[in-house]
Structures are given as C-alpha cells and as structure tokens.
C-alpha cells in the first residue's frame, strides 16, 4: 500500500510507554486493546505494528514497517541498512562494560585476554578493534550482569542506567562505549507518498519536542521593569505587553526555555516580577 505508513513499535518493554504517547501526541489517534499486533489509526493514514524491540530493525530494513521507534544501541548492533531519522529524547541509556568491584581497574588495556559477556558482539568488537584489545566476546542474551559471579566472564558489556543493577550484582562500570536514546528509524524504500506522510509526522514529533523544552509565562511588573524583563524573555519573536488596570504596571506573556529556567526566573523576580504563572505548552509551531 502506497500511501498508508506502518509505525512498529515496542510491544512491552522500556520504550512501549513513550513510543505510544509521543504517536498520541502527535494528534495520532488509535484503539490500542490489550494484547493487539496491529492497529489501525483513526485519524491518520498509519498502522501500528507492537513487535519485539530487536525484531524492528530487520522489519523496517524489510519494508514490512515503513518506520519504527527501537533503542540506538538496538538499532546499530543490528548493523540493518535502514536510516536514522531523528532522535527521540527518551529512553536514554549507555553500554557500559563493568568489572568485579574489587578488580583493581587502571584502563580498557587491562581488558585484554578477558572474556567479556554482552548482548551486543558488534559494538563491544567495534570499541574493542579500536582500542586495540583483543578479548574474548562470550555473546548471551539476557542476564548478562550475573556472567562475573558465577565465573562465565570476567567482565559485562551491558545496558546501564542509574548504575543499580551492576552495583547489585557486586560489579563497577569501567567504560562507556555507547550512548543511546530511542531514535525513529526508517525504510530506505520508501515511496513519494510515505515520504510526505513521514514528513509530516516528523513536523508534529518536533512541534511536540519544542514544546516540551518551553514553558509559557506570564507575570505583572511596574512599566520600569520591562526592558530589563524581557532580555530574559526574548519569546517567539518579542513578548506580549499588555497595560494593567493600575496605573504603571503591565503585564508580560512569553515563551520562556526549560534549560536556563530557574536562573532566569531569578533575575526576572528581582527586576520586580510579581504573579509570575508558568504554563505548560502542548504543541509549538515555529
Ligand atoms: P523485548 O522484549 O522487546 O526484546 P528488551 O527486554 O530487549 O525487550 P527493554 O529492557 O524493554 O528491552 O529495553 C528496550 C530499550 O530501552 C533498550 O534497548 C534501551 O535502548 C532502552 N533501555 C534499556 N534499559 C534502560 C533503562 N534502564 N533506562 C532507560 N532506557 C533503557
Ligand atoms: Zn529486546
């Protein structure tokens, strides 16, 4: 079909929840039963495909799903000729490799003639070929983190977090080798017609991303204050200045951004802001 756009996505696991509220936020709207495969999109030309996380790549690669949403470090230990489209912002994580706590550690030349069990053979073989350590890859699939203790490796190449399940399993993380976050990938075949609906997927996923990096505000401060007020509020193109009733004083509404908030915030309230209100945004259109 030429003009409809299949979208796999996690079935259950750590990137099923955003995926599907990023697609709802999207405007996106779809009956999501308990336990389906595939659904249909009421609003929009798009079916959902629940799959496994590491079948996606090889799906889109395929050309059964046009897009998918997977983890980067799943999609590039798959090593499938599919395109990285955009970053998606959640499910941030790091491929770690991680020792027995009370190995005395000095660098990744230690690691050479070690066995080190992972999930992901070709980027540990990548990082390793470029430190130029030759070690052994013991390829497992889950459980990963228990190799050390019970002697099948000397060292883990694994997912981490926070850092909790490596501490836990009496081990410490060395090495970084990987970022990663959920990325939306998709088929290198595409036709003209999935390529627009793509586009405009990709519009409202940034729309919603932007927003989510501002907050509208809103504050009263005497007329005085407003030029020193708004180096902190340069807004979507200048800020809105409305007169109050009381003589002297106006308000400012704005867009204001998440990084830099609470220091700005404070310049803002000591150039004289009062009642300052801030607002979440849904969606932002640049
Ligand atoms: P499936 O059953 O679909 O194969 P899985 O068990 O392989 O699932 P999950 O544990 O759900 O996978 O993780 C999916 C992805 O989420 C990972 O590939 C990674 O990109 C990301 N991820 C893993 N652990 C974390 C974490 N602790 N925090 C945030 N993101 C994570
Ligand atoms: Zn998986």
Not at 62 to 86: C, K, M, P, Y
Not at 127 to 154: C, F, K, R
Request: aromatic share 6%; with cysteine.
């Amino acid at each position: 079909m030429d003009n409809i756009l299949r979208i796999a996505i996690q079935k259950s696991g750590r990137l099923s929840e955003d995926s599907l509220k990023l697609i709802k936020e999207c405007g996106i709207r779809f009956d999501n039963g308990a336990g389906k495969l595939k659904t249909s999109a009421t609003n929009f030309p798009a079916e959902i495909l629940f799959l496994r996380d590491d079948d996606i790549p090889g799906y889109v690669e395929d050309g059964v799903a046009h897009l998918g949403i997977v983890g980067e470090n799943v999609s590039v230990e798959s090593d499938r000729d599919v395109n990285t489209v955009h970053k998606l912002g959640f499910s941030k994580c790091r491929l770690s490799i991680g020792v027995l706590r009370e190995h005395d550690y000095a660098g990744v030349q230690d690691l050479e003639g070690k066995s080190i069990a992972t999930s992901y053979p070709k980027l540990l073989g990548k990082y390793l070929a470029e430190n130029n350590v030759t070690a052994q890859i013991h390829e497992i699939s889950g459980s990963v983190e228990i190799a050390p203790s019970i002697g099948l490796a000397d060292a883990v190449c694994d997912i981490v977090s926070s850092g909790s399940t490596l501490l836990s399993n009496g081990l410490k993380e060395v090495e970084t080798i990987f970022k990663s976050e959920a990325v939306m990938i998709a088929s290198k075949h595409l036709t003209a017609g999935q390529q627009d609906l793509l586009d405009q997927l990709l519009f409202r996923i940034k729309s919603v991303q932007v927003a989510k990096n501002n907050k509208y505000i809103l504050l009263n401060c005497p007329m005085s204050a407003v030029d020193e007020i708004t180096k902190y509020l340069p807004g979507m193109k200048a800020p809105t200045v409305m007169p109050l009733a009381t003589e002297g004083w106006c308000s400012i509404h704005s867009v204001i951004n998440e990084n830099d908030f609470w220091e700005n915030i404070e310049k803002i309230r000591q150039a004289g802001a009062e009642g300052i209100l801030v607002i979440p945004i849904e969606k932002m259109i640049l």
